[in-house]
Nanobody
């Protein structure tokens, strides 16, 4: 069983930065990827970014390219989402996920088997 715990959310002004963390425990297969999704109130969940478990490949949603960076620390079994130049439209609950998604299926929630509880990010204008 895999457990994912997010942290690092909070309130920040537009233009500011936050770094989210996702600590993973349990057995994560080498074929797994780690992804970040977000869900704003009243909206569907959106894909944000994905990284392969070995850290070799990343995928980003167009809306965050150039502003967000996904990375991982293998020693700590932790994945990070560095968010810069935040905008009010980035406000959402951010979820970490693990599953056998590849580059072409990064956006598909059904490819992820495990999910964290979410962390709130609020960007004020």
């Amino acid at each position: 069983q895999v457990q994912l715990v997010e942290s690092g959310g909070g309130l920040v002004q537009a233009g500011g930065s936050l770094r989210l963390s996702c600590a993973a425990s349990g057995r994560i297969g080498s074929a797994y990827s780690m992804g970040w999704f977000r869900q704003a109130p009243g909206k569907d969940s959106d894909f944000v970014a994905r990284i392969t478990w070995d850290g070799a490949f990343t995928t980003y949603a167009d809306s965050v390219k150039g502003r967000f960076t996904i990375s991982r620390d293998s020693a700590k079994n932790t994945v990070y989402l560095q968010m810069n130049s935040l905008k009010p439209e980035d406000t959402a609950v951010y979820y970490c996920a693990a599953g056998e998604a590849n580059h072409y299926t990064s956006y598909d929630r059904r490819r992820y088997d495990y999910w964290g509880q979410g962390t709130q990010v609020t960007v004020s204008s």
